[in-house]
């Protein structure tokens, strides 16, 4: 029999399954939810108040989703931590912890490897293998509160694979970790990343979640995006911001932009003039980041002079735009390296 994940389910799941399958009172829910989202427990034998006989039930029928910390690296410069973490399965993904003024935010994968293969990203080098589950999302956030002792306020789903390629599993943990029974934390204070699947995009915009979301954009025209990102054969960047106008409208979020600039390829005058026209009346901000080094492309990173004039075009132009501040330098912050290096 295949064992249920109950850390996933969220409170009306578990509500129903204790009542309807383990034939318990409802107070049970509640008090299973507790030790599970907000004690966190990692066995059913550390629920103190729940009966032997409830807990022996929950063994052979349920499992409590733990990760191992299989590296930890903390940056000298400022304090930014990046785990390795083992999944039940043996498979590896990464987080990152940064440290900021306003708070500690947390980057997490939602998936093992990813399908997209962006040129310039080493998540996707060593391939797709799985969609993580809601609860192996959360303990990402679980586990590192508890080894570091500290609360996470701000999360950003743009660690390694594509959110919405796991679009009932990021829903589902994105419930979880903003019930009120468990960790409570803001749905404002979370920021979701894509390359720009414009069916989920607009599924997203519908469920009204009050999420941040971040669109890889990239290049400012179809040939580059074409050249760099193969999801732009799928979804041409006329219908990607028509999809971003779509959200903003729904939800009266403004729309983050990635935009990694690449020496040579998409980081001209000519480029910065042409995205600030395709942007022109969307509710947005620009994200300039200087593209991370990675071993199989030759891709290399625009010139300082190059990205502060990319910015000043672009503010020129009305479009609010922020260079990303680098973290974790020293560490290779950015996600996907560290797993590879792990699985070879």
């Not at 030790?35 to 059913?44: C, E």
């Not at 979640?209 to 290049?219: M, P, Q």
Request: include cysteine; proline fraction near 2%.
């Amino acid at each position: 029999m295949t064992k249920l994940d109950i850390k996933s389910l969220e409170f009306d799941e578990l509500e129903k399954y204790v009542v309807d399958e383990l034939k318990q009172p409802k107070f049970r829910a509640k008090q299973i939810f507790d030790w599970l989202h907000k004690k966190r427990v990692s066995s059913f034998e550390d629920m103190k108040n729940i009966p032997q006989s409830l807990i022996n039930e929950l063994n052979d029928k349920c499992f409590i989703t733990n990760l191992i910390i299989k590296n930890k690296l903390i940056s000298r410069i400022d304090g930014t931590v990046k785990y390795l973490y083992m999944l039940p399965d043996g498979e590896y993904v990464e987080s990152v912890l940064m440290k900021y003024k306003h708070g500690n935010s947390i980057c997490v994968s939602s998936q093992v490897g990813c399908k997209m293969g962006c040129e310039f990203c080493a998540s996707t080098k060593a391939g797709f293998v799985r969609n993580l589950s809601s609860s192996e999302i959360l303990e990402q956030i679980y586990q590192t509160e508890r080894d570091l002792d500290l609360k996470i306020s701000n999360i950003v789903l743009m660690g390694i694979g594509e959110p919405l390629d796991n679009y009932k599993n990021v829903i589902s943990f994105l419930r979880l970790i903003n019930s009120p029974l468990g960790a409570n934390i803001s749905l404002r204070n979370i920021s979701l990343s894509t390359c720009g699947l414009v069916d989920r995009i607009n599924d997203l915009a519908k469920l009204k979640l009050g999420i941040t979301l971040s669109v890889s954009l990239h290049a400012s025209d179809d040939e580059i995006r074409d050249k760099i990102m193969p999801v732009n054969h799928r979804y041409k960047i006329r219908q990607l911001l028509d999809a971003c106008k779509n959200y903003t409208d729904m939800t009266s979020r403004r729309i983050s932009f990635e935009y990694a600039l690449i020496e040579g390829e998409n980081d001209s005058k000519e480029d910065a003039v042409k995205l600030a026209s395709i942007l022109k009346g969307q509710l947005c901000h620009v994200n300039l980041i200087p593209v991370n080094k990675v071993k199989e492309t030759n891709f290399r990173q625009s010139s300082k002079k190059s990205i502060i004039d990319f910015q000043n075009e672009l503010i020129k132009r009305g479009i609010n735009t922020t260079v990303r501040r680098t973290l974790g330098a020293d560490i290779s912050a950015a996600c996907g390296q560290l797993r590879r290096d792990n699985i070879k």
